[in-house]
């Protein structure tokens, strides 16, 4: 192990440190003119405010109340100064009621024959709540399209007022789809006539399995145990089981080694760099929708980063120590077992922009060890970052400080309370009403048994990462700075495979896609169906998979995402198939296997290691 060099501190002390707040000294003649011209705030007063804003932020999951609250007035008092945009929200109100009143109409003259009108107010593309049986019968019908035109009413106020930010827009719409959400006559027993039919079908007992599985839930996340059904995945024996040796190992990383399978391999060996806010098995799940076996399996040579899961005595460590720690050690342990031959380097999500990082001070430094460079829903532009930026400005970031100050890192249930809100119909309101009120449990996949294995981040680290990246842009612009210098992404000049995918919330295919106007490397870029997880994890003979796909030469003209996405090739099925062709393609010949680990790097242990689980 690494000898540990980082500055450290008690958390406990610093969350006390508002008790030993010193004596003020005050000027007097004698030495007024060495008084300071202004007093600064000490330490001690700092940690006071630390202290009462770590408190607000562990009840509001990071939010901060004081940027909602602003964000809210100002949409309000913009509102009140524009009687135009207030006409138009009463005139569409006054439409919406009219349409419903003419549904009402048609029901009652064509409810004796049974052909009963379709309903007028459509819910919006990819809103399921309403399409199951009962719905389209009175009196649910009117019930849930009284919802969905409050809904539309609510979007419609909230959107396009003069004056009003976008961000603050975007976190207006937010707050009132939260609420909105809440009250949603799909969540509740009487207005739901899914939950009524089976309520009735079953005598109650839908309930009395529901009311199980909330205590289920409520006994495990007291005991801070994972989901139900996760003991069926674990780690080593379900999950992450591909062969290999750990071969490197330091503070903050693990570096596995895969057994090669063919008799044969390509020279350039892959090193792929997942996010520090996963685990890397993702991309190792069961031995059918492994990325690792796959690429063994096609006679590559595969090493993979294994991240530590920081606790409070880990608040110190910063983004440099991930890049020196992470790839860049990973680097020189590669191409010490593998001698002479360049590197296919992986990034998966914030793995991905941290892999930028490196191959852009790789290409300013001259070092040529890159073979190509491969990002997979990775962000190196942010200023379209998407939904996630509603949780990032100065004062989110702030609030999420203070917390990060106090318990010297985040948790990964603090960051999975803000992504299951964005999708809250989805991930929060629907599996309550399926596992509470319709009493189902819903079987657990290798994917969502990942899901629930998240890591924390280091204090410095994280916070540094918003500031840099969400907050400034500085990578995208030119200010991040790698051993005091700055580097661009231009630097980076071998060939790029980059995927974006179409419904991804964490890394919108279009600010990934502006890595097209940071690079004029030769550069694949591909659009696969699927999100953020899915999108990735995306094996051949998936079924309802496609893609799409372009190559832009050094040099050529940009194009636009919209204008890309009308030009690029339509694919059915798995990109896995062609990005390994492009790897090959981008790789020399073949050898024989090199050996497992290295003098300088012998084996240490199995994979999958020890990193990976840790809880």
Known sequence: MQKDMYSKQDPSKLAKSYQTVSKPSFATKSNASQAPSANPMTEEFKGIDRFVKASIAKATLGLSPIALGLAFADWAANLALSPGKVASILAELARLEGEMARYI????????????????????????????????????????????????????????????????????????????????????????????????????????????????????????????????????????????????????????????????????????????????????????????????????????????????????????????????????????????????????????????????????????????????????????????????????????????????????????????MLRSSDLIWSKMMREYLMGERSKLNDLMAWNADATRMPFRMHSEYLKGMFLHNDLAEGRYKVNGHPIAMEDIRTPMFVVGTETDHVAPWKSVFKIHILSDSDLTFVLTSGGHNAGIVSEPGHPRRHFRKSRRLPGASYLGPDEWFNRAEYHDGSWWVDWQKWLADNSSSLTSPPGMGSAQYPVISSAPGSYVLQK
């Not at 570096?255 to 760099?273: N, R």
């Not at 098995?281 to 993979?304: A, C, R």
């Open 105 to 420: 109409i048609e029901s009652a003259s064509r409810s004796s024959d049974g052909d009963r009108p379709l309903p007028h107010i459509i819910p919006a593309p990819g809103d399921r709540r309403f399409t199951g049986p009962g719905w389209d019968s009175w009196p649910f019908d009117f019930i849930h399209q009284q919802f969905l035109i409050t809904e539309r009413i609510l979007d419609v106020a909230t959107t396009d007022v003069s004056g009003v930010s976008l961000h603050k827009e975007q976190v207006v719409r937010f707050l009132a789809r939260q609420l909105l959400d809440m009250f949603s006559p799909s969540n509740f027993l009487l207005t739901n006539p899914e939950v009524l039919a089976k309520t009735s079908s079953s005598g109650g007992k839908n309930l009395v399995d529901g009311m199980a599985n909330l205590l289920e839930d409520l006994r495990r996340a007291s005991a801070k145990l994972p989901p139900a059904g996760t003991e069926e995945f674990e780690v080593g024996k379900q999950l992450g089981i591909t062969q290999g040796q750990v071969v490197m190992k330091n503070r903050l990383a693990e570096l596995i080694q895969y057994t090669p399978k063919t008799e044969q391999v390509y020279k350039e060996p892959i090193l792929i760099v997942p996010a520090w806010i996963m685990k890397y098995y993702i991309l190792d799940l069961s031995p059918s929708n492994s990325l690792v076996k796959y690429l063994v399996d096609q006679g590559h040579t595969v090493f993979m980063l294994s991240w530590i899961n920081p606790t409070e005595k880990d608040r110190d460590m910063g983004m440099d120590d991930y890049l020196n720690l992470g790839p860049l050690a990973a680097f020189d342990a590669v191409s010490s077992i593998v001698p002479y031959e360049k590197i296919h380097a992986v990034g998966y999500c914030l793995g991905g922009t941290l892999l930028s990082v490196a191959a852009a001070a790789m290409g300013r430094d001259k070092d040529d060890r890159l073979a190509s460079v491969t990002l997979l829903a990775a962000q190196t532009d942010f200023t379209e970052a998407g939904e996630l930026t509603l949780f990032i400005d100065e004062g989110q970031v702030a609030l999420l400080d203070d917390l990060m100050w106090i318990q010297g890192y985040l948790d990964s249930s603090q960051m999975a309370g803000a992504f299951q």
